[in-house]
């Protein structure tokens, strides 16, 4: 082998080297692109710290919980199934078919518990309780 091929081997190792070289420590000054949703639900209203619910496996989840009144509760169908979601008690309310990804919500204003159903399954049950 020449002395000009092993010069260029040489050097491609190197550069690879310090290519492979990284800061894995954790500590860095970059800023973290990790979002959490605020402890405060603030005006009640959905994805701005409001309640969810997400369909899946066939259930809600969760199946039971309590909110302020005035919250706006909104379901995610995270199932490969179609969903729907109806009001099953005083507060009559049903949604359209949802399909995989879909959302729904659901303002709760009067306080009591206000059970719900799937509307395609309606062995899948859950309850807003409005405080």
């Known amino acids: 082998m020449t002395t000009k091929a092993l010069r260029l081997i040489a050097a491609l190792a190197a550069v690879t080297a310090l290519g492979s070289c990284g800061d894995d420590d ?3 000054d970059e800023a973290s ?10 005006d009640g209203a959905a994805g701005d710290g409001g309640d969810q619910v997400s369909i899946e496996n066939f259930e809600f989840g969760p199946a039971d919980l309590t909110v302020a009144a005035g919250t706006t509760v909104r379901w995610t169908n995270d199932d490969d199934a179609v969903h729907s979601v109806r009001g099953d008690g005083d507060l009559e309310y049903e949604s359209d078919d949802l399909s ?4 729904f919500e659901q303002t709760f204003d009067d306080p009591g518990e206000q059970p719900y159903i799937c509307g395609k399954h309606s062995y899948m049950k859950g309850t807003v309780t409005v405080e």
Request: aromatic share 0%; net charge negative.
């Open 26 to 28: 954790g500590n860095s």
């Open 33 to 42: 692109t990790e979002t959490t949703a605020p402890a405060d639900p603030g």
């Open 100 to 103: 995989q990804d879909d959302t």
